[in-house]
């Protein structure tokens, strides 16, 4: 008993005696062997360098998140993706995506999108105290320049997300905060407006592109910030800027700022297959991707969203909402009588994209044939591990490499890249821009493009083969084209969740009900497909175009900071 009482009794003591004289055995001074000290990072060439290496990686700040390991850049692959808070799945197990679908966020629990606030603002104080330190640093000037541009370019994606998810932003310039900020000073807690926000960011991007090179070379570790990617970013964030929600941008600009990535004449389609290109590192259409390795994998996709019949877990079940949506492969939608749908056969001659994305009854997956019917299909809730059963009768195809064990994969898959940005997006990007600007088929000035041959440019990839657009389209109809290939090209990508908001249809997607099919087999083999809701209660308000910003940031501004409206 003695013992155990000492030891903290002399711990106190010598605390105590600190602040009269030394304690001889300082056992309060021990330096940290979890952390670097802010002195290596400011003195230590190699450690400042491996300091902004690793503002490419985000701290883990929910359950979940990265699998264990540090979440990506932006998201990325997690166990309930993106996609499960929009009309193009449900997470199978929860996760806290139920309550954004059923419009139950509050500022006080705002589920799996609990953390881009606290994230993003960590990240850009770490970018801030870096560019402080940056001109004290002994090495090159070039060097130190495209150092620069990598943190602005860093920074200008934190507001990116801050920016596309609550709207004006805190804008903190280049200050470091520390705790001992004066909480009553009002520039710390002031929103700007959208407008605001987003030049500022526009501006770091333009400062950014100047500064980075083209290529990553020269002994520089792929995966990080190039020319390309900065003008991505501005290419997204413009065209947000002009889209209704946002109206703080001209069609325009968004189509000059797409111009300049497509200008580079470095990226293209890839042409070994849309299924592919999300399994392969650095093709021709990757503009930024966070790359993988042996000892960094992510979570891994293929149990995590595999059928139940194999060994997976169901995961991100794509919903029949999404499924619907595909057309046929002569262009049509399946509720074009013209079409050739056949609501007995309803998943033949749809665009190969869909096959490439979903995992449907029938479809061949590893040497065997998905059977999500009933009674008896060794992929519904008559197969094994049936609590892993898709609720919607579908699974996740797409970024699911199937020369990864899926049983027992720990350690040997998550090698897949994600790609943050890649061409198909800008094309995409400049087709909208183009359309809404100019029209459909007109040029605009300084390119070689219109918003019809952008689109063909993604509807031929090979693999694909999807009819060409016909000329003499309308602006409401090419309107219409375009966010099509949005919805099915990007599929899974973390932008549907953007698109339906800055587009301000929310209040009609995300108000439909959450729907699956019963697949029931009959004995002659044919099969009855019957529609259900796969989760109740799905629900979207006015206010849900913005998230709410944490309760917890409001209380710890002393209730300086803005709260977005109807919350």
């Keep these: 008993m003695k013992?155990?009482?000492?030891?903290?009794?002399?711990?106190?003591?010598?605390?105590?005696?600190?602040s009269i004289t030394a304690c001889k055995k300082d056992l309060l001074n021990v330096q940290a062997t979890d952390r670097i000290s802010t002195v290596a990072v400011e003195t230590d060439t190699a450690v400042f360098e491996a300091f902004i290496t690793n503002r490419y990686i985000g701290a883990r700040l929910q359950d979940k998140e990265g699998d264990g390991s540090n979440p990506g850049f932006g998201r990325g692959f997690e166990y309930s993706m993106w996609s499960s808070l929009t009309d193009e799945s449900i997470y199978n197990n929860d996760d806290a995506t139920w309550l954004i679908?059923?419009?139950?966020?509050?500022?006080?629990?705002?589920?799996?999108?609990?953390?881009?606030?606290?994230?993003?603002?960590?990240?850009?104080?770490?970018?801030?105290?870096?560019?402080?330190?940056?001109p004290k640093i002994t090495i090159s000037a070039p060097r130190k320049t495209r150092l620069e541009g990598e943190l602005k370019f860093i920074r200008a994606f934190r507001y990116q997300d801050l920016i596309r998810n609550y709207g004006g932003v805190v804008l903190v310039g280049d200050k470091v905060s520390e705790l001992t900020d004066n909480l009553q000073d009002p520039s710390l807690f002031k929103r700007a407006s959208i407008k605001e926000s987003i030049d500022y960011a526009v501006a770091q991007l333009d400062d950014a592109a100047s500064k980075l090179p083209l290529n990553n070379d020269g002994g520089?570790?792929?995966?990080?910030?190039?020319?390309?990617?900065?003008?991505?970013?501005?290419?997204?964030?413009?065209?947000?800027?002009?889209?209704?929600?946002?109206?703080?941008?001209?069609?325009?600009?968004?189509?000059?700022?797409?111009?300049?990535?497509?200008?580079?004449?470095?990226?293209?389609?890839?042409?070994?297959?849309?299924?592919?290109l999300f399994l392969t590192n650095e093709t021709n259409e990757a503009i930024f991707e966070r790359l993988y390795t042996k000892n960094a994998n992510h979570t891994h996709l293929e149990i995590a969203n595999g059928p139940n019949g194999y060994g997976g877990w169901a995961g991100n079940s794509p919903l029949q909402n999404l499924v619907d949506d595909y057309e046929m492969d002569n262009g049509k939608a399946i509720t074009d009588p013209a079409s050739g749908y056949d609501p007995t056969h309803p998943y033949d001659h749809r665009d190969p994209r869909f096959a490439a994305t979903v995992l449907y009854n029938g479809a061949l997956y590893r040497g065997q044939t998905v059977d999500s019917y009933i009674p008896g299909g060794k992929d519904s809730k008559d197969g094994p591990d049936n609590w892993n059963t898709t609720k919607t009768g579908y699974y996740l195809k797409k970024f699911m490499n199937d020369a990864y064990p899926l049983q027992n994969p720990w350690g040997n898959a998550g090698f897949q890249p994600w790609i943050y940005f890649r061409y198909a997006e800008i094309l995409l990007n400049f087709a909208e821009a183009?359309?809404?600007?100019?029209?459909?088929?007109?040029?605009?000035?300084?390119?070689?493009?219109?918003?019809?041959?952008?689109?063909?440019?993604?509807?031929?990839?090979?693999?694909?083969?999807?009819?060409?657009?016909?000329?003499?389209?309308?602006?409401?109809?090419?309107?219409?084209?375009?966010?099509?290939?949005?919805?099915?090209?990007?599929?899974?990508?973390?932008?549907?969740?953007?698109?339906?908001?800055r587009w301000k249809i929310a209040d009609v997607t995300e108000n439909k009900p959450a729907g699956g099919v019963i697949i029931t087999k009959n004995a002659n083999g044919s099969f009855v497909y019957t529609p259900k809701v796969a989760l109740d209660g799905r629900m979207f308000a006015t206010k849900h175009y913005w998230l709410p910003i944490p309760r917890a940031e409001i209380q710890a501004s002393g209730n300086q900071l803005q709260q977005n409206p109807g919350y």
């Design 3 to 18: 013992l155990q009482y000492k030891t903290p009794l002399y711990v106190m003591i010598c605390g105590a005696m600190l």
């Design 101 to 134: 679908q059923r419009g139950q966020l509050a500022p006080e629990n705002l589920g799996g999108a609990g953390v881009l606030w606290a994230r993003s603002y960590r990240s850009i104080r770490e970018c801030n105290y870096a560019l402080g330190i940056l």
């Design 220 to 276: 520089w570790l792929l995966g990080r910030a190039t020319k390309g990617a900065a003008l991505a970013l501005k290419s997204r964030l413009t065209l947000y800027a002009a889209s209704p929600l946002y109206a703080a941008g001209t069609w325009a600009d968004a189509v000059t700022a797409a111009q300049a990535v497509i200008s580079l004449n470095k990226y293209g389609i890839y042409t070994g297959g849309y299924g592919n």
């Design 434 to 501: 183009a359309n809404e600007a100019y029209g459909p088929d007109v040029i605009p000035s300084g390119s070689s493009l219109s918003a019809r041959t952008a689109i063909n440019l993604i509807r031929s990839r090979p693999s694909v083969n999807m009819p060409d657009l016909a000329v003499g389209m309308s602006q409401s109809q090419m309107r219409d084209a375009v966010r099509y290939e949005r919805r099915v090209e990007l599929a899974f990508e973390e932008h549907r969740f953007y698109d339906v908001r």
